[in-house]
Structures are given as C-alpha cells and as structure tokens.
C-alpha cells in the first residue's frame, strides 16, 4: 500500500469498534485486520473537537472511486445497521477506507478479489458531531 494519509476518529467509534472487533460475531469477517490497524494509527479525538469534514461513523459521505470516475453517496453505519438504503457497512472495505478521512485525501484500499481502489472524500454531507448528536 502507499503511504497512508492520517485519519481522526473520536473517541467514542474508536471505543465502539474496538468492541465491534473483539465481539465473537465478527471473527473470521474478511478485512478485520485493516480495519484494526486504520484504528491503531488513527488520532483519537473527542467527538467535540472533530472537524466537521471528517468521516465519522455514522456521517454521509459523498466521494469518488478515481480508476472509474464514479461518485458515491452513502452513509458510514455499524454492521447492525448494514442494508439499510444508501449506508455501506464499516466492515466492508470502502467503509474501513472512508473512516476518518477529511474532504480531499485519497486513500488507496485492497479490494476483495486482490484489487486496488482508491477513493476520494469529496465531501462529508451530514456529520452526527457537527450537528451535536452521537455523542456517547
């Protein structure tokens, strides 16, 4: 992988999905181990001092998949809320990818079937910190 660029969480995703990883549910679900380490490089801040053009869990999202041009509108959510119109899963490789990401980084992504994407945020459209909801 390239060089990553940095990414912010609060304190509060990182707590929740720190027990998402350890729960027996998710064992053996493909792509826990990048999740695991974007939350171990990741600064964790209080959900207050988020900048609202952060990806946070929960926040919607517009960004671009640069080797197609494609543009994307999806909510970041929780497994339990997976499904669900317009949300893509943190447990899927483009919601591991987008957490934590402000509007114009880029990040390059192992894909399932052995592929590289790179994606773009090109804006954060709703955010629960910035608009003082999910706070914990």
């Known amino acids: 992988m390239s060089t990553l660029p940095?990414?912010?969480?609060?304190?509060?995703?990182?707590?929740?999905?720190?027990a998402l990883?350890?729960?027996?549910?998710t064992r053996g679900i493909p792509g826990l181990d990048a999740l695991r380490v974007?939350?171990?490089?990741?600064e964790v801040v209080e959900?207050?001092?988020v900048p609202p053009?952060?990806?946070?869990?929960?926040s919607r999202v517009k960004f671009i998949e640069d080797a197609s041009g494609k543009t994307f509108e999806l909510t970041l959510v929780y497994?339990?809320?997976?499904?669900q119109p317009d949300s893509i899963s943190i447990l899927a490789p483009v919601g591991s990818a987008l957490l934590g990401l402000r509007v114009g980084q880029t990040i390059q992504w192992p894909m399932p079937g052995?592929?590289?994407s790179e994606l773009r945020l090109l804006q954060v459209l709703e955010q629960p910190e910035a608009e003082g909801r999910d706070l914990g």
């Open 6 to 18: 940095p990414i912010l969480i609060t304190r509060v995703d990182a707590d929740r999905l720190d």
């Open 21 to 25: 990883l350890d729960s027996p549910s």
């Open 53 to 58: 053009d952060v990806a946070t869990m929960n």
């Open 114 to 116: 052995g592929r590289m």
């Open 47 to 49: 959900p207050r001092l």
């Open 79 to 83: 497994p339990q809320q997976a499904g």
């Open 38 to 42: 974007e939350l171990e490089r990741a």
